[in-house]
């Protein structure tokens, strides 16, 4: 009797985001999304508006206590930190923020998957032993691992990903933190919880560039404050550092964060200037070879900065139709099967059959997938157990193994008789 299959539950309707198969986390109904380590933007931010603020409170101070002062002290002393100083704190702290904001909260380029492998190009034949063949996820498929691709006149070896099904676009890579194929990946970076990509990279730029220049400043004007109020400390530069113990702090902080920030700084600035990416730079060593995506020094950063960013491959609020089967008590959802051809045979489409060219047999998809070579073998074992006509196995010992063997012997003695009679 045939089994009939498990009936089909009402389709539930999801958006993307609810449905992705990520690491990601999205905020505000799949507007914003973040990498798994998000938390580690809080971090950053206090980082940066920490002592922004306390910059900030100092120069605050320092213009109410010069309001207080006599109008002939106005003249003698004029303090460094005034309300212009205080503005441009704020700009550059409220841009740092929004650039790393919008780094860490936008898709930085993920490549969408795959819900099967790719056929195997006809160029390919499994029995290359040159080539690289992987299995993965689908062990009757043999892949290619790599395969060749033109970019810019130069030959590009392109991966498939195991995970995405799929060959990863040049420059692109599997990110394992978030478990998604981002194109032109540069790296994940966990100070802003996201992936560094193609639809990203400009505003991580321009963060660490401005937190550098914030860095620089603070530090800049924290040393002048110092020296500017060494008069109230009989001129000297020691006392005022003990009486100007904020503006030390931030000496002694910033002068620390800017060899972090300033050496990234200094490292993307050579990266842009040769359209390289992070991961391309460790992995590939375009300085020891011509690089295809190289543009020239003001073409490299006008891609950068200037280029229009490419839209999202993603629509994270649209809706996806999930089916769930009934299996008992519980669910799960319908994986993904293939379908593999040997060279002699076609699909057809319309039927969903197996037809093989050399006959004209259908054979139904419930059989296509069953392996009936140890039955073969059983049955020829036995009828060989039971058969001495063969002139091989007579006066031999009729051990199941050695049956095995000699089948096959037979079978091509026989064939050999058949073709001298004919």
Same mark, same amino acid.
């Given at each position: 009797?045939?089994?009939?299959?498990?009936?089909?539950?009402?389709?539930?309707?999801?958006?993307?985001?609810?449905?992705?198969?990520?690491?990601?986390?999205?905020?505000?109904?799949?507007?914003?999304?973040?990498?798994?380590? $998000?938390?580690?933007?809080?971090?950053?931010?206090? !980082?940066?508006? %920490?002592? *922004?603020? =306390?910059?900030?409170?100092?120069?605050? @101070?320092?213009?109410?206590?010069?309001?207080?002062?006599?109008?002939?002290?106005?003249?003698?002393?004029?303090?460094?930190?005034?309300?212009?100083?205080?503005?441009?704190?704020?700009?550059?702290?409220?841009?740092?923020?929004?650039?790393?904001?919008?780094?860490?909260?936008?898709?930085?380029?993920? $490549?969408?998957?795959?819900?099967?492998?790719?056929? !195997?190009?006809? %160029?390919? *034949?499994? =029995?290359?032993?040159?080539?690289?063949? @992987?299995?993965?996820?689908?062990?009757?498929?043999?892949?290619?691992?790599?395969?060749?691709?033109?970019?810019?006149?130069?030959?590009?070896?392109?991966?498939?990903?195991?995970?995405?099904?799929?060959?990863?676009?040049?420059?692109?890579?599997?990110?394992?933190?978030?478990?998604?194929?981002?194109?032109?990946?540069?790296?994940?970076?966990?100070?802003?919880?996201?992936?560094?990509?193609?639809?990203?990279?400009?505003?991580?730029?321009?963060?660490?560039?401005?937190?550098?220049?914030?860095?620089?400043?603070?530090?800049?004007?924290?040393?002048?404050?110092?020296?500017?109020?060494?008069?109230?400390?009989?001129?000297?530069?020691?006392?005022?550092?003990?009486?100007?113990?904020?503006?030390?702090?931030?000496?002694?902080?910033?002068?620390?964060?800017?060899?972090?920030?300033?050496?990234?700084?200094?490292?993307?600035?050579?990266?842009?200037?040769?359209?390289?990416?992070?991961?391309?730079?460790?992995?590939?060593?375009?300085?020891?070879?011509?690089?295809?995506?190289?543009?020239?020094?003001?073409?490299?950063?006008?891609?950068?900065?200037?280029?229009?960013?490419?839209?999202?491959?993603?629509?994270?609020?649209?809706?996806?139709?999930?089916?769930?089967?009934?299996?008992?008590?519980?669910?799960?959802?319908?994986?993904?099967?293939?379908?593999?051809?040997?060279?002699?045979?076609?699909?057809?489409?319309?039927?969903?059959?197996?037809?093989?060219?050399?006959?004209?047999l259908s054979i139904p998809s419930i059989l296509q997938h069953l392996d009936y070579s140890s039955i073969e073998d059983s049955a020829n074992v036995k009828a060989m157990m039971g058969n001495t006509d063969c002139p091989e196995m007579k006066g031999r010992v009729r051990d199941p193994m050695e049956v095995s063997r000699m089948t096959r012997s037979c079978n091509q003695h026989e064939r050999g008789l058949a073709q001298v009679v004919i």
């Amino acid at each position: 009797m045939a089994a009939t299959p498990p009936p089909l539950q009402q389709s539930k309707p999801l958006r993307l985001y609810q449905a992705w198969k990520g690491n990601n986390r999205f905020f505000c109904g799949g507007r914003f999304i973040f990498g798994p380590d $998000v938390s580690s933007l809080f971090l950053s931010t206090f !980082l940066i508006a %920490g002592p *922004s603020i =306390t910059f900030c409170y100092q120069i605050i @101070i320092k213009i109410l206590k010069y309001e207080k002062l006599d109008i002939s002290e106005h003249v003698v002393h004029h303090p460094i930190l005034g309300l212009p100083v205080l503005i441009v704190t704020l700009v550059i702290t409220i841009s740092d923020l929004m650039f790393l904001f919008m780094t860490s909260s936008r898709d930085p380029g993920i $490549v969408p998957r795959s819900t099967r492998p790719p056929e !195997l190009d006809e %160029g390919f *034949s499994v =029995t290359t032993p040159s080539v690289e063949w @992987i299995s993965g996820r689908t062990p009757h498929l043999r892949i290619p691992r790599t395969k060749d691709v033109i970019v810019n006149g130069f030959s590009v070896k392109v991966k498939y990903c195991d995970t995405c099904m799929l060959y990863r676009p040049p420059r692109a890579s599997h990110c394992s933190v978030c478990n998604n194929c981002v194109q032109k990946f540069d790296h994940h970076c966990p100070w802003v919880g996201q992936c560094i990509g193609l639809r990203n990279y400009r505003f991580f730029c321009l963060f660490i560039s401005t937190s550098t220049f914030l860095c620089i400043y603070v530090f800049t004007f924290s040393w002048l404050n110092i020296i500017t109020e060494r008069n109230h400390y009989h001129n000297s530069i020691w006392k005022s550092m003990k009486g100007e113990v904020l503006s030390l702090v931030l000496i002694v902080y910033t002068f620390i964060i800017v060899w972090f920030v300033g050496g990234l700084t200094v490292f993307h600035f050579y990266l842009m200037s040769t359209n390289q990416t992070t991961y391309e730079n460790f992995r590939y060593r375009y300085d020891k070879k011509e690089n295809p995506y190289n543009k020239g020094f003001w073409g490299n950063f006008k891609d950068v900065f200037f280029s229009r960013t490419p839209p999202s491959m993603h629509h994270f609020r649209s809706l996806v139709i999930e089916e769930t089967v009934e299996a008992g008590s519980g669910s799960y959802t319908p994986r993904i099967s293939m379908d593999v051809m040997r060279p002699k045979e076609k699909i057809d489409i319309e039927l969903g059959s197996k037809i093989v060219m050399d006959g004209n047999l259908s054979i139904p998809s419930i059989l296509q997938h069953l392996d009936y070579s140890s039955i073969e073998d059983s049955a020829n074992v036995k009828a060989m157990m039971g058969n001495t006509d063969c002139p091989e196995m007579k006066g031999r010992v009729r051990d199941p193994m050695e049956v095995s063997r000699m089948t096959r012997s037979c079978n091509q003695h026989e064939r050999g008789l058949a073709q001298v009679v004919i």
